[in-house]
């Protein structure tokens, strides 16, 4: 018999499980739940308490270069938020991004208990792990960039789409990624070769290539399918940001034609405008995509929210962060990885005054209030580009108490709201148990993750367990109990235990002939052999593979885990 645990007396919203603030023990042996366990286990007692899962979060920013060079960028950031060093703990310092250590800890300090790097090269792979070692508490991986690889571009020029897919397999299990992740597809060839050049229509040429964004898209669309992997291609669609941008994102999401597919942030791709124009202020078009995603199962999205304060921008879609440069202030970077990607980052701060930030924060409360489907349209603020993941109580109030939203929408630009359809959603409040869907439930269903997002015979045992409060945004940022694979992490909160937390990956299978079309790519344009390319197994610590459709449950290795 191992360690043991029960929780009783407590309400429990598990919706996968149907469990909509039903009172009932939940028992805990080795780490996962379990149907019974012995009469004198520890037990916890959630009398007049709330029970989930752990959060889980989709997508996020917290380690890799560009999380760093942010780092490097904000010194200032540092000094004003400093995370001493406790008995159990280590120090490190806050801001809208935090280190490592202090990520860990202020995530399973809101209950969130796993969350997902959105965007990783693969040339910076490994100290991505390092990294994510590093970040305690919370199961965590991240999604490899892949929508500007030169070498998978010139596969799919010249049609070799069986090649494309074995290739892409292979980056994915070479960098122990867990999903593709597209990024403005297209767009680092047009912003390298043709002096800042953007991509526009899904229909363009992308620079040298034979290829448009449309063919791209489709084509990962269809190998990530093929490949059976847990969660779809990620992607986070052509003109972010832009006005009129809805009608690209409608047409990307019309590519995926039935297969599944992940649309990121969605709310920074939902802008229509006055008269036609990119150059026009933005309008909300959150009815038309919200509309789209209800009526189409196969699609997903999170919701990528805005929070009014300091946020920083970092991304793989350099022009962008070059477009937003004029509204940031002062500093920024621009970066490139050898034929894999491109980089932006700089400092923002969003304003409820200022007409395009006041909308944005409109249309990311107007995604969530006009969806139908919880499971489909799930949280994030793309942290920390639309806000800190610290804001995400607040974000959760706003969702939850239609009284205090009114309150803050009569503190923003109201000609923003004028052109939002904030107005017309406004009486719907969500539930606790829509809340468990947004932040765990469907996040973890999302990404394939089977044991986690409920709290059913087998799951991971990570536990929140909330005291009921009518301010969510207290109820939501000091849980009282986060336990993590069984361990009594937060107790009476405060923490009480470290935990490390496992790296998550997939390795999908793929043919091994494919490395003799790979290597001589890299013997010619490559800074990095092809031999210390690779990040081996060995690598990681404490980890677990995460098995593709066509993999048995269990059976893919999992050595540490
Ligand atoms: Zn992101």
Redesign the pocket.
Known sequence: MGSTLRIVNGRVYDPANGLDGVVQDICIQDGRIVAAVPPDTKTVDARGMVVMPGGVDI???IAGSKVNMARKLQPEDHRHDVHLRTRVSRSGTGGTVPSTFTTGYRYAALGYTAAME??VTPLGARSTLEELQDTPIIDKGFFVLVGNNVLLFRLLQEGRLEEFRHALAWWIGATKAYAPKL?NPGVDAMWKGERNANITTLDQKIGPFDLTPRKVIGAFIQAANDLGLPHPVHI?CNNLGHSGNYTTTLETMRIADGRRAHI??IQFHSYGSVAGKTTDNPTSKAREIADFVNTHPNISADV?AVLFGRSTS??ADAPLAYMLRQFGGHKWINADSENESGCGILPFTYQDQVYTNALQWAIGLELFLLSDDPWRMVF?T??P?GGSFMSYPKLIRLLMDREFRKEEMAKVNQKALDNSGLRDCHAREYSLYEIAIITRAGPARLLGLTTKGHLGIGADADITIYEEDADKEKMFSTPRYVIKDGALVIEDHEFRSEAEGRVLHVSPDYDPGIEQVIQPFFEDFYTVQFANYPVDVEYLHHHQVVPTAHQPAGAAPSPGA
């Open positions: 997508h996020c920013h959105a965007a990024v986070h990121t942030h990528g970092m991304t994030s793309d942290h580009n």
